[in-house]
């Protein structure tokens, strides 16, 4: 492996997350800034969510036919400008135009930093190449939530995006100084085009498919708790937004501790049983969560444990992805992370029917359908796929 070569590409693993997860802990004060209801600030993330999943399903096909130096560079040029805009944003309908914009770019971020450590590492090493670019992704999920809130408490939101945007430049412009080749460009006509025959020759195969819907619902399960667990906290206990960032960043600093480890069992046992563990410790902590009483040291436990089971799930689920289709690398893993995200997008909407008109403990047990879901979808995959 050429450290230097892959540091640039696992520091841009963790700007899709930082924020997008860390945008949850604003939400609440956004609310109360444009004095409309939490239904409506949820755009902010589903609008973000809608051009990032339809580009995500192009952009590793772009990569794959044209240049990945350039199409990486890109992602980071364009998600830094609609950082900036968000940063400036005086109204809801400015906040969601801009979020599309970074959308846009971070979906030409995401699929090609995984596809480009599935091309570099071994595939002896890939389980634990996988778990630390999961570290790096967890890393983004930990700090978001942790970074957003401090920022807001501290200067106020917009210097959230602010921040989101010096990062994407810097970690762009250390790629763009590390990555000397000019890329590989596949054979092919050079149309877009060819970027539709990609996709559809990917999503032919039966075990991409299964994991990519898999993956679409844990993410639902995992943002539905997320986002509604955020709201619950400020709405019915008052918490501040660093203390509710605090409880929510515990998921990734147990992922941090995990996703090495998920990768390294996993390249000794298996991915799906590293999978399944996964996955059932998520659902024990969020049973745990609905039949405690709420005190601030029990929430940040039961997320420290639901942050180690969803790390040790997403190492592995990801890890799959990247095998399934190795001659489609980057194509393949555009599907996954378009059913992937997708989860993301349709979260806060879907669980708002749970969340408005019962209550939490109804949201928590939505959540714990859709992994138990993402569990038998992920069995359904070929044992060589194990």
Known sequence: MNFKRLLPIYLGATIGPLGGVGIITLLPVLAKVWNISIQWIS?????????????????????????????????????????????FSPSLGALVAARFIQGFGAAFIAPIVMALVGEMVNPRHLGKAMGLLGVMYTVGVTMGPLISGVLEVSFGWPWFFFFLTALALAVGAFYWATSTEAGKTEMG????????????????YADLRFVSFAAFSLFLGYIGLMTFVAD????????????????????????????????????????KPVAYAGMGGTVASIITLVSVEYTYEKYIILFSLFGAGSATAWTSLNTLAVQVVPDLRKPAISV????????????????????????????????????????ILTSRMSGQMA
């Open 43 to 87: 755009l902010t993330i589903t609008l973000y969510m809608v051009p990032y999943i339809i580009f995500l399903l192009f952009s590793g096909s772009i990569a794959h036919i044209f240049n990945t130096r350039k199409t990486l560079l890109f992602g980071f040029g364009v998600y830094a400008l609609g950082g900036l805009l968000s940063g």
């Open 189 to 204: 006509s050079g149309r877009i085009s060819d970027a539709l025959v990609l996709i559809k020759k990917s999503y032919s």
């Open 232 to 271: 619950h906290l400020k709405i019915s206990f008052y918490l501040s937004s660093d203390r509710i960032g605090f409880i929510l960043s515990m998921t990734g600093f147990f992922g941090i501790l995990f996703s090495p480890i998920a990768g390294i069992l996993g390249d000794r046992f298996g991915r």
């Open 336 to 375: 996954y992370n378009s059913f992937k995200f997708a989860g993301y997008a349709l979260a806060p909407l879907v669980f708002s029917f749970l969340y408005v008109p019962f209550s939490l403990s109804a949201v928590l047990l939505g959540c714990i359908a859709c992994i138990l879901i993402s569990l």
